[in-house]
């Protein structure tokens, strides 16, 4: 059974950091793109950032550039994103993905992907 599993999140001040990470289970990941959506209170979900299956190259949403930095180990079926200088507005249930055949590049503007977490909460206070 595929699953991916969420977890880092939590509480923080804003101008804090949280790293976020998600593991893949049920098989190998090593050839998927992944990365994570967001989704806050009362709002629709949205792309945050993605990551193609080697880890050469990653897509950032305009919101986040310059903040968090999405990384991945494939000998561990694993993906970060590291989140840093945390905004209130950055507030939302955090979602894994992955996919076998959407690029990563696609991921901004994609409405359907192949696989999805249970999401992770964060919080940021101001």
């Known amino acids: 059974q595929v699953q991916l599993v969420e977890s880092g999140g939590g509480t923080v001040q804003a101008g804090g950091s949280l790293r976020l990470s998600c593991v893949a289970s049920g098989r190998s990941f090593s050839r998927d793109d992944m990365g994570w959506f967001r989704q806050a209170p009362g709002k629709e979900r949205e792309f945050v950032a993605s990551?193609?299956?080697?880890?050469?190259?990653?897509v950032y949403a305009d919101s986040v550039k310059g903040r968090f930095t999405i990384s991945r180990d494939n000998a561990n079926n694993t993906v970060y994103l590291q989140m840093n200088s945390l905004k209130p507005e950055d507030t939302a249930v955090y979602f894994c993905a992955a996919d076998p055949l959407r690029p990563a590049s696609t991921w901004p503007r994609s409405t359907y992907l192949e696989f999805w977490g249970q999401g992770t909460l964060v919080t940021v206070s101001s």
């Open positions: 990551i193609i299956w080697s880890g050469g190259s990653t």
